[in-house]
């Protein structure tokens, strides 16, 4: 395990670690200024498959923290890059959001939001525009025994009045109706934080996954052999921390305490 203060690369998770909703946390800027002044990198990581990276770039502009395309990496990336490592399917149904199945087709990855005959696989992710006709079709596909794959286990999404639920939520009422569990790409999996290490070519020893999620942020990190931290800003508590066999490098109340400790004037 690295020094706190020798981390170079900072895997940010986004709700609940760096804002909530629509409310930026008044550590973020002064901790992402700290990381560029001091020549560090930061990227973008988020389970949230609901939303492309343009939409979050707007969204992070609103709240005054700038921001371009190759910060992030999101559960839709990691994705496209597994489904580009497997023999191709012949169609795909999208449930998801509408940018959700934009964001596929515009990778080449075959895709309908119909239920079709040729469909052999379902892609399921985070969807605001959920209907139970996309659920009944879900359950028609996965009873023909098509492959199965969601980008994020996360049971809900955290928001300004409290939590929705999502994809997990979703697949364990699929589960229930079907007997079938997915494939889950994203966090708690590595490949987000590995792509990250490839895209910015540092060594896991200089990086670490922040986030306020011990299932998905921190056994991301610990899967892919980084060091993490776990705030206490979103979903996570301390009650779940001494519930859970996930155990983070550090633990800190929120992006500010981490600041404080990266830079040397508070406790890791």
Same mark, same amino acid.
């Given at each position: 395990?690295?020094?706190?203060? #020798?981390?170079?690369?900072?895997?940010?998770?986004?709700?609940?670690?760096?804002?909530? $909703?629509?409310?930026? %946390?008044?550590?973020?800027?002064?901790?992402?200024?700290?990381? =560029?002044?001091? @020549? @560090?990198? /930061?990227?973008?990581?988020?389970?949230?498959?609901?939303?492309?990276?343009?939409? /979050?770039?707007?969204?992070?502009?609103?709240?005054?923290?700038?921001?371009?395309? #190759?910060?992030?990496?999101?559960?839709?990336?990691?994705?496209?890059? $597994?489904?580009?490592?497997?023999?191709? %399917?012949?169609?795909?149904?999208?449930? +998801?959001?509408?940018?959700?199945?934009?964001?596929?087709?515009?990778?080449?990855?075959?895709?309908?939001?119909?239920?079709?005959?040729?469909?052999?696989?379902?892609?399921?992710?985070?969807?605001?525009?959920?209907? %139970?006709?996309?659920?009944?079709?879900?359950?028609?596909?996965?009873?023909? +025994?098509?492959?199965?794959?969601?980008?994020?286990?996360? &049971?809900?999404?955290?928001? &300004? /009045? +409290?939590?929705?639920? $999502?994809?997990?939520?979703?697949?364990?009422?699929?589960?229930?109706?079907?007997?079938?569990?997915?494939?889950?790409?994203?966090?708690?999996?590595?490949?987000?934080?590995?792509?990250?290490?490839? =895209?910015?070519?540092?060594?896991?020893?200089?990086?670490?996954?922040?986030?306020? =999620?011990? /299932?998905?942020?921190?056994?991301?990190?610990?899967?892919?052999?980084?060091?993490?931290?776990?705030?206490?800003?979103?979903? +996570?508590?301390?009650? $779940?921390?001494?519930?859970?066999?996930?155990?983070?490098? !550090?633990? %800190?109340?929120?992006?500010?305490?981490?600041?404080?400790? !990266?830079?040397?004037? @508070?406790?890791?």
């Amino acid at each position: 395990m690295a020094a706190l203060e #020798e981390k170079k690369l900072f895997l940010l998770d986004m709700d609940g670690t760096i804002y909530l $909703d629509k409310t930026l %946390f008044p550590g973020t800027m002064p901790f992402l200024d700290a990381v =560029r002044a001091k @020549g @560090g990198r /930061y990227l973008f990581l988020t389970n949230n498959s609901s939303k492309s990276a343009d939409a /979050y770039i707007a969204k992070l502009a609103g709240m005054g923290v700038p921001a371009v395309r #190759e910060d992030f990496l999101t559960s839709v990336d990691a994705l496209i890059a $597994d489904l580009g490592g497997r023999p191709p %399917f012949r169609k795909c149904y999208a449930f +998801g959001t509408e940018t959700f199945r934009r964001q596929l087709a515009e990778a080449g990855v075959p895709v309908t939001a119909r239920l079709e005959d040729d469909v052999d696989c379902l892609l399921i992710a985070f969807d605001t525009e959920l209907t %139970f006709q996309k659920l009944e079709d879900a359950c028609i596909l996965l009873n023909r +025994g098509v492959e199965f794959i969601a980008t994020n286990p996360d &049971w809900v999404c955290p928001t &300004w /009045y +409290g939590c929705v639920p $999502d994809c997990g939520s979703v697949c364990e009422m699929l589960f229930r109706a079907t007997g079938r569990r997915p494939q889950v790409i994203g966090k708690p999996q590595p490949a987000m934080a590995l792509l990250a290490l490839a =895209r910015t070519g540092l060594r896991p020893d200089q990086a670490v996954m922040i986030g306020d =999620r011990l /299932y998905t942020d921190v056994a991301s990190g610990v899967n892919a052999g980084i060091d993490t931290a776990f705030v206490l800003s979103g979903e +996570g508590t301390m009650a $779940d921390l001494e519930q859970s066999d996930v155990k983070p490098t !550090w633990v %800190f109340d929120d992006i500010a305490a981490l600041h404080r400790a !990266w830079e040397g004037t @508070g406790t890791p």
